[in-house]
């Protein structure tokens, strides 16, 4: 593992942009030897994406769209009352090496570089790329906690349970939950989404997720039933059966105007602030997260506030603060 | 009417941007022939505007918002469980040929165009264009439809009912609804407004309002009293009397953190989710909606992830989707 | 005083850009003459910026954000039933002339202006520049009215009570509130924050902020607790003991969707409706308002719609329009 | 004449925006007691584009575009080893008041204006503002120097000569050149055109065009023939004739590499470097230069560097310099 | 054949936007019919982009980047004295139906369409897309006209030669010109590179290349041979041997002054003029052009001037013209 | 050192960004026993810009610009014939640990970081930052070679040699090129400047100048008397005395067609083309490099193309290209 930084603080615009400025890991050994507990890994993939691409630009957009770094002064969770990173030793682990032009190559560097992270005993925190990565990294853990034996929370306004797409396409990122749930990785039935709006996909796609068990939750169920009772059962239905959860936000979910630099923007999503605590309370519950992706972040359509990376970046942080939390709590 | 996408599924940007690439009609005979139910329309018109100007671009940005089409896969409203253009029937009828520089010849060119699609017998949906195309829109629904007899509903966050504006200008995006009064053609009674908030226009104006009998509801309304009321309230004092609505939708009643893409953006408004949950529920409700507008899209000030126009995009979307749950619920 | 646009009603975007194309004062005499109840003063500051700089540009890009003028048209607040300027005579006093490359004598230059907008009896209202003004500002405030005598309510994402920035460095946007209650300006116990969120400061800080008794609110308060109840506690709490009330607000208190044009923003924060409402309950109370400042405004990350411009400058408006609605109500 | 700034330096950010931060006549009699060579002026109109509009806010942006100003410490011309303002007294003449929506009382806005500058003795300098405002201001100026007794050197893109604009628009920023000669304003035969280029306008138009003894060189004649032969053909045609000389530059003639921020940009145009020597080989050569415009900068398009309004404002300036050079040769 | 915009003048921003406003021809049959001589179609692919991706709105961005369109007013081309329209007939032929994330499928998609547009017994007009597209165009092209009978003009900073990609990847935007000299589509020595530049590729390719017999030109040669020869030589090369034309124009050739929104830019290239000449200069000469392509145009980075797809328009409207000087010599 | 990307190739938005993706020396241990020849270091730093901030971020912006990396393929320079990689080493040594809101403390942490660079027997390539970052990188140089043995040449559209700023400041981005003189670092008449144009400083400055001994060569010489002879002279009057030669490029001057994203544009500047030629020139010419800046990229300014960053990057590039060229001519 490798400081890269020194010992002196830094803002957050000097300096090689590891995730919040914390140590690299070049490989898995040094990562094994760092004694993470989470590794932030990029895929900077986006091949996969229907319609406007550039979320291969998401991992650095994120990284660098804190003002805030470990280095610079101790963290502190207002909310929590703790500095995240006093219980959970997060490094940064760099990115799969995505071949551009190659979405098949791409993917195969995805699993085997969150295979790798979680061989090395960490929960790997994916940031993406478009979410057709979900297929790898969801397929390596799936490899590595047991087939069947995790589930997963997707927040998303896109079921993204496509067939294929235009031409028949397999791969993208319309499908992904398809291939994981027809490749048996991940039961159907465990496969909870939340936040979906809007036109898509069709009625025979639903068809199909009700044939496979899977369980979902409109947008404005959260609105009619209130967000609680809705993360709770989400939580409930995901580990119906699995030991593991992983958590998959696609930063559509959250409405375009919190989220605007992404591929699919869908008006009438969460804010800012629901997601946040949404994903703070399902990490902090009685769950063993065992990986995590925030996918679908592409700077070139956020403007120059970048508040989707911002917002992205925030995500990644809640999870962290969740997990941090709950070993505060267990005196850890 | 002309299918120029051909039978294969196509995304978004590829061919001719058509809304939801729908079939296009050139002209009013294609359109009665199209069997059409719903005519898009563009009135591309900017001149009418007291600040930024740029919504003359806001037709074409609407048609290319959306990342689904008609043509890649079936349409399904997630929330009302249905294709909405299974239940109506949908056609692109281009724009009205507004000369730049001349207000006088858009406002006839879009009165022309907005006839031709009802003697089509279709409800028009007009992409603005600035908000002064209200005033030959809906004149043209009132003189087919009969004077008096047509009310409007208007969110908006402006009135728009000045005198005058600048040097005394009768035309402009300031002055529509206060011309449709004067005119006679919608009747000052039902004339209903949903959203105003701020600081225009001066209190006169509100004095000569009332005198006509205009309603109006306050954002502040929808905060205290909730929207359910207010809608059902704006719906009633619309049609006390007239047999058919207008819906007049200025994308400026959402607040700028959802619409930045407008001319005059006042911070304060509805967010994205209450616009299209308004829309859907006044379209899907006991009225006879005969045309409908979304204006104000000012492209150049949008930003690039182009979230006004998306959100133009899905208001008309909802405002389709009503119309089919109506008849589908009719067991059209 | 100098009128600088004649008789005739001007459109916002001709003309010179004072504040609602208000009278302009050259000097603090023409200031005094004037009668002016409420100056607004430009502080163009940016060098204490830890991340983004630009809010230099924010004086400027506030005046010439707002779409109406004073010279326009009557204004007329929807919601409160009057024209603000009948009750508060309002005057553009320029900018504090702040030399760029150096922090220490852009300090000086706005604490001279402020005091000099106070000699001549008038409420001035800053516009940033960034948050480290606050630091002359509210010096000269509580100089002019008792050192002591000031209490500050203070909206922000940030406590901006760090110790020192990188290198040791005193003052910045991260440490002007530390400095007022070193210095003993504002009292710890009536400096009372709110909205506070995020991992910064550390833990250490807040030990200190307690020790000074100073109270904050944090975003997750308003939440459980509801605004009202809040915003009453923060008013009686700033007030406890001081007679005169400070109001800074930092636009990153509101969420990064509704001001992305910000050096720091913090996802989760505050809706411009609960911000605008927020400011208007706070000036309209039993308070006595004496000065105000609206900071961190950074036009180069606003994106072309200029929202956060836009945020910041009708945070003024309803500020202003608080003091009319306490003047009317006394038949001022 | 109003001096806004005080005597101390202010940077360009700091301030009212007038031209340079110089001195601001608020009304004729102002600017005729200053004594004042060149009254700059704007034109913020923008209803005659054809395309992209949003040069309303051309003469606001050229105002602020320099980060120099004569308040900051002495101007000084490297080229020609002069401070011009020790030979020119320039003061600025705010804009002329043009009601949005009404291209008619614009440009008569704009006449008045103009005429104003002349009548106090000043060589008017506009700023644009569409082309069309050309028409009311040459026509001010030769009804000023007497009709028929003004050539006009004119750099652009495209010739404006157009009869009309679609619906037979006969006003716009196509057709300003015609009216100006079938006004008889201006002889055809001293109306000289500069670096066109391109597809428009069609054959038959510059049949009329030589009807009228119009002369014009190609842009690709700047490259076969040289700059210097072409200069000195354009200034001997303009005045082969007429005492006086308007100069109207369409910021369209520099390619849009350099000036991307118009609303019809043309590529393979001038450098920037080429269009400021030949303002100031113009300008400074034995010409009596009366009146000049700069128009077409269009803000929205410009991107966040701005240089199309930098690059208009460096036009003003060897035109300025142009003037100085001559009167300090004269010893003025 | 389908005119979309009737007998009506139209300006650019109003109607659908085939390219000029032209002609739409729904399938080869149409195309045929309409005895087009150019048939304008587009290939929206960037999957083969090594950086940034966005070329696949390339097609869109440059049919709406024209002010002009063929229907407003007869296209006159000021150098050439002539309406190129009046000579060469051209149709917009839509675009080849890409499927997202499948560079293969979308490869297969252009192949066949221009091999449509070559039946129809026209000139194709590729707007790309990025440059991965000119492997399947110019195979179609080759196999239309004669394997080794088609000779290439190949505009661009990049050779485009590559072996592979990163992970071995043979289909990209950096190695189509390789896959068409081995498929033998091409013969090397007919293969001619101009305006090369920059880093890339490494020498090894460079041997590859001379061992084909490739010939190339690079920037540093336009500038000590002067253009004429360049081009004078390229003619001769690229036809020494076979009898048809393939002319490829990377816009990168063009300095990303010029042209900044593209994938890779390569600073030090040509001036818009300058491109824009030798265009014409090639295609006007003694050569049968038998297919064009205008590649690498990316929206997203373009700004919002778009002045890179406004000089890929008039890349393709230069050549069209070239042809219409040819046949208006002929007497055609 | 440290290889932070492991042996695969990288794309350019893969991975920790370092300079062409090159080693990264995390000390001067590290940096040394590199052997490398060349170091590049960033000097984020931006509160010495009179107008527009934002250069803190133009080191980070220029490692992004390039789309090729060391690790991608081998390096090629076309013109030159060579790998520049095969006979210079270059090594990332990181960013000065500028603490933001202290200029002082900001330069000392460049200068002690270009001295640790030198001492490590390396050539110190700084990445600006604004221009105010020469004073303690020149003086670094100037100790660590002898005082008076340094020549500078310097690239600007300013001169840099202010008495002071506004408020007397006089550390800032407009006075460095003055203090260095006046501490006898850099001797005046080994101080020339090149690019020179504008309004900017005053006369007295140049006056001051002259009395210094320095040499400038204005852009209009370059246009008089030609490129190569101006850069023959400029070479041998920085070394008409000194050894060693320090060259500092402000990328202001290039004309802002090519470098928007810069604080101060001035129009009229030279072409990214010939700023290239230049530098490789003046590196590849008898002469010892002993150290090079190139500021004033300011990323906010820049546009979504990135040019500026893409411009200075190749400025990098071309010098460490002419140094390779002379070592493979000396057959190092």
């Not at 009700?210 to 989400?234: C, I, N, Y």
């Not at 403007?303 to 990644?316: D, K, S």
Request: aromatic content about 6%.
């Amino acid at each position: 593992m490798t400081n890269l930084h020194g010992d002196e603080a830094h803002p957050a615009h000097i300096g090689l942009p590891t995730y919040l400025h914390l140590p690299y890991a070049r490989d898995a050994q040094e990562l094994k030897e760092s004694g993470a507990d989470v590794a932030i890994l990029g895929a900077p993939v986006d091949m996969g994406v229907v319609a406007r691409p550039g979320a291969r630009f998401g991992p650095r957009a994120i990284r660098e769209a804190s003002y805030f770094t470990a280095s610079r002064a101790p963290l502190y969770h207002l909310g929590l009352d703790l500095n995240p990173l006093d219980h959970v030793k997060v490094v940064d682990f760099g990115d799969a090496n995505c071949p551009p032009s190659s979405l098949e190559l791409s993917h195969e560097a995805v699993r085997q570089k969150v295979t790798e992270a979680l061989g090395a005993g960490t929960i790997p925190v994916i940031l993406g790329g478009d979410h057709s990565i979900t297929l790898p990294s969801a397929t390596a853990v799936a490899e590595h906690y047991g087939i069947g034996n995790v589930g997963i929370v997707h927040f998303d306004a896109h079921a993204d349970t496509g067939h294929s797409g235009s031409g028949g396409v397999l791969i993208s990122h319309g499908s992904p939950m398809r291939r994981l749930i027809e490749s048996g990785a991940v039961p159907g039935k465990n496969f909870i989404q939340l936040g979906l709006r809007g036109y898509w996909p069709p009625k025979e796609t639903f068809v199909w997720m009700q044939e496979q068990g899977m369980r979902w939750h409109l947008m404005s169920e959260f609105e009619s039933r209130g967000f609680e009772p809705v993360l709770r059962d989400a939580i409930a239905e995901a580990l119906d059966g699995p030991d593991y959860l992983y958590l998959s936000v696609d930063i559509d979910v959250a409405d375009p105007g919190f989220a605007p630099g992404t591929g699919t923007p869908e008006p009438g999503g969460l804010t800012s602030g629901e997601l946040l605590q949404a994903v703070r309370r399902i990490v902090s519950s009685d769950v063993t997260l065992v990986a995590m992706d925030v996918v679908e972040v592409a700077p070139p359509y956020d403007g120059p506030g970048q508040i989707t990376a911002q917002l992205a970046h925030r995500v990644v942080m809640e999870a962290i603060s969740g997990l941090a939390k709950k070993r505060a709590d267990a005196g850890e």
